[in-house]
């Protein structure tokens, strides 16, 4: 969307550049903090669109709130107009943990040790909290500049009153994570589930395949409660021992957190066991943070150390979080003029300032006398840049969005409804995937009961037609299978594709843009590198293999070709990109991939394939 059309509160703070992400209901912005110059992620939700699934967005803001360490992503500002939700975090540069999986093939054991120890740590600390993740799977672990695990998607969070030691009934998660009593619908301790789905996270870290895989819902839960994987010849014993250890179907024989933080294969070549505690100290600003903000602001340290510690989630929550990190690299800790807006930005976060200290004093005043009825809110529609002590969010202001926000997401994937058999399971009844990131399809299962409005089904805007304009699909043949194609669910794909779209869909796009050559990329996980032959004869190899699937759909644009399956209903099974770059420190062509929407497993072996065929592997 266009710069003029976001809405003041969020110009005024954030430099807002390309989409870097999408979901079903949200996407996903670059930005620039214009204090301090640092980068930032903002995801952008429409409520409309969200509908009855708002209560859940609020409810993983709440619970983003309350955590702060090393390795969960950060939550640093949320803005709230009367028709979207901006929260905005903490960027994380190196892409999704499975990307990693993906160009590695599958990793060795010490970098499956190195990144399983930040994860337990990000666990352990949530469990200690009183939460559970119940989602743990790749695709919701981001990796920042330093190859350093940052946990997101909170949205399935659950945190029962009397906290690990109180079960809960909501069974929700990714199929192929989930816990055998999750799927068998039983209630159950969040931590035990989380912990089975860190034996699977290991297992994909340790063998590149998922160790419960199968198209037909039956036979995976069915391996899922008989607890029944393969174990390559490649595994260490210590390896297998611990996934074991982990992957017990029985909870009550499974490892806890506080089990697995010592263990001696996670602890391997380390000085000192895997410590839960969060390094950042919210409780405690830092100093020298705390005297540059002062200066700013024109306030004393004492003054803004205890506004920075009201942790109101506003720009000067941000502010605060982002000098810290600058900090933390070693770089010096202050607020920059960045842009010709900075002095009256400046003149308007004096003000808020001020109102904050005044709405600080008013509240300490009327708790003393006791009144019944709390301050009110202080608004000014030039100068409300931060909001009252009592209000999670800004004041409302309307603002017009593009037509853009609220289309068919194009990143992300949307679950769609799988009802396994009631002599085994109970029923599926509803699915529901984050907003924040593009992941595998989540899914809650539940007692069989008519669904409520915050059970209301994810998988509707499936129904939204595809764009049949500018999509071509091949005609010629389906793609064969290597004998390890079962673990990546390619029956589901190429089956449906075989009895769908038979017809040619539209006409081919340009294939070249009015670029000459292809974007230069950073070498990055998702970047597989090639030979040194050139780009257009790397593009054309491309789309020659793309052209024998049966029943794809593909457009081309520029250097990047966007590729679809979908099934014989016409909904989209799989969706990603394959992008011709250069590699300018080592002078070669690369190919980019990029998993828009689909099972992510399915994702790999295609790409796989696909530059396996094309010699671009």
């Not at 009855?52 to 967005?57: A, N, Q, T, W």
């Not at 903000?293 to 024109?298: C, E, K, R, S, T």
């Not at 520029?558 to 770059?581: A, M, P």
Request: proline share 6%; glycine share 6%; hydrophobic share 35%.
């Amino acid at each position: 969307m266009p710069d003029l059309i976001y809405p003041d509160e969020l110009k005024d703070i954030y430099d807002i550049r390309e989409t870097i992400g999408s979901g079903g209901f949200a996407k996903v912005k670059l930005a620039i903090h214009q204090l301090t110059n640092e980068k930032v992620a903002i995801k952008m939700m429409n409520k409309s669109t969200l509908a009855h699934d708002l209560p859940r967005v609020y409810a993983e803001i709440e619970t983003m709130k309350d955590l702060c360490h090393q390795n969960i992503c950060q939550l640093y500002e949320v803005l709230e107009t009367e028709e979207e939700i901006f929260m905005i975090l903490e960027y994380a540069p190196g892409g999704e943990l499975f990307d990693y999986i993906v160009a590695k093939d599958r990793l060795e054991e010490k970098e499956a040790r190195h990144f399983l120890r930040q994860i337990v740590s990000a666990v352990g600390y949530m469990h200690e909290k009183g939460y559970a993740h119940r989602d743990l799977k790749p695709e919701n672990l981001l990796l920042d500049e330093n190859q350093d695990i940052k946990l997101i998607d909170f949205g399935l969070v659950g945190k029962p009153e009397g906290g690990m030691t109180q079960q809960l009934e909501t069974c929700c998660g990714s199929p192929a994570y989930a816990a055998p009593e999750l799927i068998s619908g039983v209630p159950y301790f969040g931590n035990e589930a989380d912990l089975w789905s860190l034996g699977v996270l290991l297992y994909a870290l340790l063998c590149g395949f998922l160790p419960f895989d199968d198209d037909n819902t039956y036979n995976l839960y069915k391996a899922i409660q008989k607890g029944e994987y393969e174990i390559p010849d490649f595994l260490s014993k210590g390896s297998v021992a611990l996934i074991g250890q982990l992957l017990q179907t029985d909870p009550r024989r499974r490892l806890t957190v506080q089990q697995l933080c010592l263990h001696s294969w996670l602890n391997k070549g380390y000085a000192n066991p895997v410590n839960s505690r969060t390094r950042v100290k919210k409780d405690e600003p830092d100093t020298e943070v705390i005297k540059e903000l002062a200066l700013y602001y024109g306030v004393s340290p004492t003054t803004m150390t205890s506004l920075v510690k009201e942790y109101q989630f506003d720009d000067l929550t941000a502010t605060y979080f982002l000098l810290c990190k600058k900090k933390s690299r070693g770089e010096p800790v202050k607020i920059t003029n960045y842009c010709s807006k900075s002095q009256r930005r400046k003149r308007k976060d004096m003000l808020a300032i001020e109102k904050r200290i005044s709405a600080s004093k008013e509240n300490s005043e009327n708790e003393v006398n006791h009144e019944a009825d709390p301050p009110s809110i202080l608004v000014d529609d030039e100068d409300d840049v931060f909001p009252d002590l009592h209000s999670d969010f800004r004041k409302p202001r309307s603002c017009t969005l593009p037509p853009d926000f609220t289309e068919p997401p194009a990143i992300g994937e949307m679950p769609s409804t799988i009802l396994p058999p009631s002599n085994l399971l109970t029923p599926l009844v509803s699915s529901r995937e984050s907003p924040v990131t593009s992941s595998v399809s989540n899914y809650e299962i539940g007692s069989g009961k008519p669904l409520s409005p915050e059970t209301k089904l994810w998988s509707q805007s499936l129904d939204r037609n595809l764009d049949r304009g500018p999509w071509a699909n091949g005609t010629t043949r389906t793609p064969s299978k290597s004998a390890s194609s079962r673990r990546f669910s390619q029956k589901a794909i190429f089956n449906s594709i075989e009895g769908g779209l038979n017809k040619f869909l539209g006409a081919f796009t340009p294939r070249r843009s009015t670029s000459s050559h292809p974007r230069k990329v950073k070498e990055v996980a998702n970047v597989a590198t090639t030979t040194s032959r050139g780009a257009d004869e790397a593009l054309d190899a491309l789309q020659r293999v793309i052209e024998t699937r049966h029943g794809w759909m593909y457009k081309c644009s520029g250097y990047t070709i966007r590729c679809k399956t979908v099934d014989d209903r016409g909904k989209i099974v799989l969706d990603f990109e394959l992008e011709i770059c250069e590699l300018p420190r080592s002078q070669l062509i690369g190919v980019r991939r990029k998993r828009l929407k689909g099972d992510t497993w399915a994702y790999k072996k295609i790409c796989e394939d696909i530059l396996k065929e094309a010699g671009l592997d």
